[in-house]
């Protein structure tokens, strides 16, 4: 049996650890401005604005990024709004997370995951971004903490919040279902917020699209843009090789021992709860991809990765515990160098991949929107009603809310729908080889020739190519 600290000191433990994870996330979102052009989080200003009927020019594109609800409602506060909604779901996501593994594993594995939440290569990508993905690994912990604390209602809300994120996360409720601790009550009231909010969900897709079923043709048109879709078995087998291995590396036994010390021990249920919960949201989507044979993302199973960090720190105490019964040693130090241990090794956990971080894609946008968007902003000083501007697909959204009266278009839809570049035909062309798809650079590339180039960058080798009229700048 894990010795459980007194529920004052995991509420202590829980409130610490959420108030360091929003110091911390609030200084991630000040530090990365640029990724408020972000293609997701930009479409879902663009969807708020045109709520009422104006979303029309974006369900009319080929391919868009769909809405997440919550997402919209969340534009209503603007840019920096949403990062520091971010930065709460950070600090909820830690909070939750620390008090469920506390009263599962003990206050040492509470710290230690904490820790390691932090040190995750996925958590500031997801913060700076302000991520639906980030809110659902939130949501799903805040299900598991409302539900363990015998707060139901909050349950409830928690489970509706985090389905207008992503209808796939509905799942999150079904290891709370048979549970015979909870009145049956409070889990047909589980179970009646997610289906609403899974009603309400579409219901607003159908009004902003005006058609629910316009998201599966954007997904669809999206796996076209990329190539297809992998199959699931094979995109699974890189999952964990790849983005596991820089999230935990070394430190993957340890997470074997968790589970093992989660499934024996008494006491352990919150978490075994919420790990189910996180594996089941995992499986929808895993499941929503196959049958739609559209693409999986990394992110998309992040929820899951908060899971077996959880569970790594947990086995660390846990392997503490096990030597200092096994050499007579003092249980509380072995358990705490056995957590240290578990921090440092998921700290190393990027050196095992070669360096970097899973998603320094978006680190790297973040470069290019501060260099790029400027150069839209004022080529659209005088820029007529209805002229062609061709960007690549990441930039889309954002040129559309910079040109608002301008036909914006991304060359990945183009090169994937066949359509063929004519040189000289009037417009702006903004080259970015560094983003998009190959097929992308060489029909814009193909594009330009007979364009002048009013902006040019030697980071990341953008430029902006004005057809049909205009003199050249003075490159930057």
Partial sequence: MVPRPADTICRRLAFAAAIAHLAA?????????????????VANRLYFQGLGGGAARLVEQWYFPAPKILGVALASLGPTGEGMAAALAA???????????????????????????GLDPWWRVLVAIASADLFVAAGVAATAAAWEAV???AAALAVALVVLVKAPAAACVLPYLPDARRSTASRAGLAAAAAIALGGTFAVYGWLLGDASVQFRSVSAYARIRGGAPAVSSWLAGWVTRDLGASLGPAWPLAVAGVLAIATARGAGP????TLACLAVAAAFVTLAAWTNTLLFARFLWVLEVALLALAAAGAAAVGRWIAKLVGASRAS??????????????????????????????????????????????????????????????QPAAMAILPTARVEAAEVLAARGVAPHPGEPGLLLLAPAFGEPAAATWLGEASRDGTVVETSDLPHMSLVRIGRGEARDEH
Avoid: K, N, Q, Y
């Avoid at 600090?91 to 599962?104: F, P």
């Fill in 334 to 395: 072995v358990e705490s160098i056995a957590a240290l241990a578990c921090g440092a090794l998921v700290a190393c956990a990027p050196l095992f991949r070669g360096g970097g971080e899973p998603a320094a894609f978006e680190i790297l946008f973040e470069h290019g929107a501060r260099t790029a968007l400027p150069w839209l902003e004022r080529a659209g000083e005088d820029l007529p009603a209805g002229t062609r501007v061709v960007v690549p697909m990441w930039f």
């Fill in 25 to 41: 996330a609030v200084a991630v979102v000040l530090s990365h401005p640029g990724l408020a052009w972000e293609p997701d989080r």
């Fill in 151 to 153: 707060a139901p209602l």
């Fill in 91 to 117: 600090s909820l996501l830690a909070g939750c997370g620390t008090w469920l593994v506390a009263r599962s594993a003990g206050g040492i594995a509470a710290v230690a995951f904490a820790v390691v939440l």
């Fill in 271 to 274: 978490m075994r709860r919420w």
